[in-house]
């Protein structure tokens, strides 16, 4: 039976060893590339996180059948609240206080430091947001005070300015007026880690309007908040709709996806990019190999074999350039903030990065080095072995 015979596994790495220096300008070549890919992916994956912890299952928001999907658009009646926990049962509640949160939202520039102003995030709550927002952590400071903000933890990155500018005591500008920074918010990687929270009244005299953006409700696990949904239904003079929070950032997630869409063909014309690189290096490095490869065959080593070995240095050096890449994205990367007009969130390089992102290098490593080793050993042996 025929068996085909193998270089030794140890030449293959013996020959990245000789060249030290293409086989370093290869490796980064390729750890570049790889490491573009992780950026990318790392991108898609946090937008998707942001959005899939954002929306409480259990959590209603109101808002005013004019404003569509925007809620900075909306506009509430101040009584709305008073009118839903007097006409809707199944809201929770503790010591008597129903967990309703009457909120005012927009965007607006916001000026930092020595920033002459960028668009912000800004949100006018009472205390019972603490008590819907379930997410939400004051991890420093302490609840806002008149003409006081409570800073997200992606704010800095959503203004654009160092994350110092927002740090407790410093102040900023908005809406005409001067806030402090009483303290800092996590919400678990939400989209309301990029907002500023600042006290209701103060907001609404900062605007010189009444209203509300939305109302958000919690409600018992297992209570039915279709009556919300009836109650909108009822009361038209209202002008209201309900949409579960949950489904409400589901819908974000389908309006961005023409984002990821683009986004994941980015990562497909980067790997494009990084074969024809690849191929570009490699047809290199066997260029002058072909007395190398010519001799191999001369003493008995099939074209297959050959092909082998160099597929092997191929994909060595990818794996290799993966890993560095992988190493850089999960020191460097992992976690970085990214604006974008909805906020902020921060990149994510997970299992499922790490995954596409070694396996496009990988990809790159054995697809680049197959057509130049092809072309390499169609040469006849006689005349390769008198190449200079």
Sequence with gaps: MFRLRLLPWEYGVRNLLRRPS??????????????????????????????????DPDVVLVYSLGA???????????????????????????????????????????????QQGALGLVRGVTTTAALVRRQVRIVEGKWPGPDEILAGRLAAAKLGVDPLQLAI????QFEGRTWRVSGQFTAGGSAFESELWCRLPDLQQALKRQDLSVVAMLFQPGANPAEVELFCKQRVDLELQAVGEADYYASLQKHYKPVRMLAWLVVFLVA????????NMMYGAVAGRIREIATLQAVGYRRHAVLVSLVQEGALLAAAASLL????????????????????????????????????????????????????????????????
């Design 272 to 279: 494009a990019a990084g074969v024809f690189a690849g191929l």
């Design 68 to 114: 569509d999907m925007n809620i900075e658009n909306s506009a509430v009646a101040a009584r709305t609240p008073g009118l839903l926990t007097a006409s809707v049962e199944g809201v929770q509640q503790r010591f008597g206080l129903p967990h309703v949160s009457p909120e005012l939202y927009l965007g607006t520039r916001v000026a930092a430091g020595k």
């Design 169 to 172: 005591g410093q102040h900023v």
């Design 325 to 388: 890449a992988g190493l850089v994205a999960l020191l460097w990367l992992n976690g970085v903030a990214v604006r974008v007009t909805m906020g902020a969130f921060s990149l994510r390089v997970d299992s499922v990065a790490l995954l596409v992102g070694c396996g496009t290098g990988l990809l790159l490593g054995i697809v680049g080095a197959i057509p130049p080793a092809i072309k390499a050993l169609r040469l006849p042996v006689a005349e390769s072995l008198k190449a200079v």
């Design 22 to 55: 293409r086989s370093a300008l290869t490796l980064g070549a390729l750890a570049v590339v790889i490491l573009l890919v992780f950026v990318v992916v790392g991108f898609i994956r946090g937008l998707e996180k942001s959005l899939a912890v954002s929306g």
